[in-house]
């Protein structure tokens, strides 16, 4: 049976005028009032009493089907409103309970994807700084590795260099030497002639004694001169073994600044050697000078002679003291040249010593970086595996609370299904009980009251007539009865009932004419009712309870249309037709009329049984 909720009154309404209608019908071919049987021929008392009791029960039997009717419409409609009230509240939780469950999901997914979006950018972020840190160390080690090549470089070219002026000074300083010595002996060689020519050179010794004066003053200036080259040269000394230690520190501190003081030591140097170049120069320009004036005074070496030997025993006590004076001063700067170059060995000495112990500085610096480079390589490789395992282990965690989470997910999809399964078991099992319970009041509403075993008469005709309902059955057109179309089955009853009854009444009084000569005429005795009665009884009621009085088939007809339930056209087309109990409806003045007239011509008789059934003979 198919579940449809109850039809609107409207339609249940439109629905029922057909009813009405076919019952009035009905009423005005086959209702015979008590007057009327007494007025056929044959009619006894005891067919009034018939009569009379058979009314009684038609309408007693209909007031009782209108009131199960009534009864099991409210049930029904009870029992569907309770069905669809359970159904949306389940169907309310299951959504509710499906939405919770979405949104559950939904969060989740959420969550897990920004962890693992967070997850990913500290990754990247960390690679990221790790290559950057890698990046820089080997632009650092690179630079570090440039400046070191690069100042060994440069100190030695400058190691080279220092060399080569050493050895230009000491061969220019072994040249002067050489050139002073053999000045030293040609003068010694030519004393002896010089002292024969002192003598005529008295004129102009004269002018020696201020000459030999300004010699001495121009000695002493050079002697001064010297000295302060010497001290100034101590003092750059002395500055820059003060230097070295601190450029050493400094050096220690920054390999950088040491490029820097190098080449100051260089150009400080290359001032040294310059100054010096400027004291020797004049010297060589004095004694240039020197020769010169001897070669001048060649032409007055006669004089000179005699002059010499005039003042040879003046003079030469003076001129020995003077040689002893220049000896000494030769010696004095022999002794300074020895001095210079001893302090020029001192300090190449050192240099080298300084280039040695920058070679081992920049070993250890090497030794001490080789070990840092290792541990800062090590640092990278334990970072990395670190990271390495951190993600790792973030991986195996977020991927374990991922397979969690979805257990938890499916088990509580499970129980889901689960309470969903029992809840669809449980209103299985109510539809199942329901769709029986109607399927029993179907069945007892279509049950009839068994009839007594008829004549052989009666079954011919009645097979007759069901034989012919069957063809106007099969003849009925398509369109009345639409494939898997929904009805109420109650109306579709009540409608074919009432299509039959009206077929049945047709055949009737189309097969009078062919029975009209063969049926005897019989009496009926009819009682009329007191015409006072009727009339305080209609004076009594309302106008719309008087149409009801007078019409109750079509009263029943309409409680029938309301409240029936509901059937396929299916259903209808598989039963087979049964004999229906059809009461006595109660009929007007003018339907009564032409029922008279009908039965007037003597060609039916209707006869109805203690079970209020109508029989034709």
């Known amino acids: 049976m198919q579940n449809q909720s109850p039809k609107s009154p409207e339609r249940t309404k439109g629905e029922a005028k057909p009813a009405e209608a076919a019952w009035a019908h009905f009423a005005e071919k086959v209702k015979a009032s008590p007057e009327e049987v007494m007025d056929k021929p044959g009619a006894t008392s005891d067919d009034i009493v018939k009569v009379e009791v058979a009314k009684t029960q038609t309408v007693q039997r209909h007031s009782i089907w209108s009131a199960e009717f009534a009864n099991v419409g409210k049930k029904e409609a009870e029992h569907m409103s309770a069905q669809w009230k359970l159904i949306r509240q389940e169907l309310g939780t299951f959504a509710g309970d499906l939405a919770a469950l979405q949104l559950g999901l939904e969060e989740a997914k959420r969550s897990t994807h920004q962890a693992v979006t967070r997850v990913t950018t500290l990754l990247a972020g960390h690679d990221a700084r790790i290559e950057e840190e890698r990046g820089l160390r080997m632009a650092m080690e690179e630079n570090l590795k440039h400046e070191l090549q690069k100042l060994r470089a440069d100190l030695q070219a400058e190691a080279k260099q220092r060399e080569v002026d050493d050895r230009r000074i000491e061969s220019e300083l072994l040249t002067k030497q050489d050139l002073h010595e053999q000045s030293v002996h040609e003068r010694c060689k030519d004393l002896p002639t010089i002292k024969d020519k002192l003598g005529n050179l008295h004129s102009t010794v004269s002018r020696v004694p201020s000459q030999l004066d300004a010699l001495r003053e121009h000695i002493n200036q050079e002697t001064r001169s010297r000295e302060a080259g010497h001290d100034t040269a101590m003092r750059h000394l002395k500055d820059h073994k003060e230097a070295v230690p601190r450029l050493i520190l400094e050096a220690t501190r920054d390999l950088k600044p040491h490029k820097h003081e190098l080449a100051e030591l260089k150009d400080t140097l290359d001032k040294e ?345």
């Open 273 to 617: 050697i310059a100054n010096r170049h400027t004291i020797v120069n004049p010297l060589h320009e004095k004694v240039h000078t020197a020769h010169k004036d001897i070669a001048q005074h060649k032409e007055d070496m006669g004089n000179l002679r005699r002059i010499c030997e005039e003042l040879e025993d003046s003079i030469l006590p003076r001129i020995d003291a003077q040689q002893h004076a220049i000896d000494k001063l030769g010696h004095d700067e022999k002794s300074d040249c020895d001095k210079l170059e001893s302090r020029l060995a001192e300090l190449s000495a050192k240099i080298d010593t300084e280039v040695a112990v920058r070679t081992a500085f920049m070993g250890e610096v090497e030794q001490m970086l080789a070990p840092i480079k290792a541990k800062l390589r090590l640092l990278a490789s334990e970072h990395a595996d670190q990271v390495r395992q951190a993600r790792d282990e973030l991986e195996t965690s977020i991927k374990d609370k991922l397979k969690k989470e979805s257990d938890a997910r499916d088990a509580q999809h499970k129980a889901l299904q689960g309470q969903l399964s029992g809840h669809k078991a449980v209103l299985d099992t109510r539809l199942e009980s329901i769709h029986k319970s109607h399927k029993d009041l179907e069945h007892k509403i279509r049950e009839v009251p068994a009839q007594p075993a008829p004549d052989l008469a009666h079954v011919k005709k009645t097979e007759e007539l069901a034989r012919q309902v069957r063809q106007l059955q099969s003849r009925l057109p398509e369109e009345e009865a639409p494939r898997g179309t929904i009805v109420y089955p109650h109306e579709d009853q009540i409608l074919y009932v009432e299509q039959f009854l009206k077929d049945t009444c047709e055949r009737f009084i189309d097969g009078l004419q062919r029975r009209k000569h063969s049926l005897q005429p019989r009496m009926v005795l009819v009682e009329h009712p007191d015409p006072t009665e009727e009339k305080a009884a209609t004076s009594s009621a309302k106008p719309g309870q008087a149409a009801t009085e007078k019409d109750p088939a079509a009263k029943v007809g309409q409680s029938i249309g309301k409240e029936a339930p509901k059937v396929s056209m299916q259903e209808l087309g598989s039963q087979k037709p049964k004999a229906v109990a059809i009461g006595s409806p109660n009929l007007n003045t003018e339907k009564e009329g032409q029922l008279k007239k009908v039965l007037a011509g003597n060609r039916v008789e209707l006869v109805m049984s203690q079970e209020g059934d109508f029989k034709t003979e």
